[in-house]
């Protein structure tokens, strides 16, 4: 089992930078694909960016294309998401998840989840 424990959300100007964390438990965490969905209000949960399990792949939804880069370090158990150029669209509780199978944009394909960071952007 993996637990994910999501960080580094906040509230932050339109144009700005977030960089979210994601920290893994376990010693099989280079095992999983990764990836971050967010969920705005009143609105369902969507794909943002996944992460293969070495790092080699990564994959964007694209309306976040050039201007978030996910990222993992398998030593440290954890996978980054680099936000720049930030909309108040881009408002939303931001999740990771970890997937015992590929990485995927479906949010079926997913495992484990984390608790969620909240990112707020104001125009």
């Known amino acids: 089992q993996v637990q994910l424990v999501d960080s580094g959300g906040g509230l932050v100007q339109a144009g700005g930078s977030l960089r979210l964390s994601c920290a893994a438990s376990?010693?099989?965490?280079?095992?999983?694909?990764m990836g971050w969905f967010r969920q705005a209000p009143g609105k369902e949960r969507v794909f943002v960016a996944a992460?293969?399990?070495?790092?080699?792949?990564?994959f964007y939804a694209d309306s976040v294309k050039g201007r978030f880069t996910c990222s993992r370090d398998n030593a440290k158990n954890t996978v980054s998401l680099q936000m720049n150029s930030l909309k108040p669209e881009d408002t939303a509780v931001y999740y990771c998840?970890?997937?015992?199978?590929?990485?995927?944009?479906?949010?079926?394909?997913?495992?484990?989840w984390g608790q969620g960071t909240q990112v707020t952007v104001s125009s």
């Open positions: 998840a970890a997937s015992s199978k590929a990485p995927s944009r479906l949010s079926s394909w997913y495992d484990y």
């Open positions: 376990g010693r099989t965490f280079g095992s999983y694909a």
């Open positions: 992460i293969s399990r070495s790092g080699g792949s990564t």
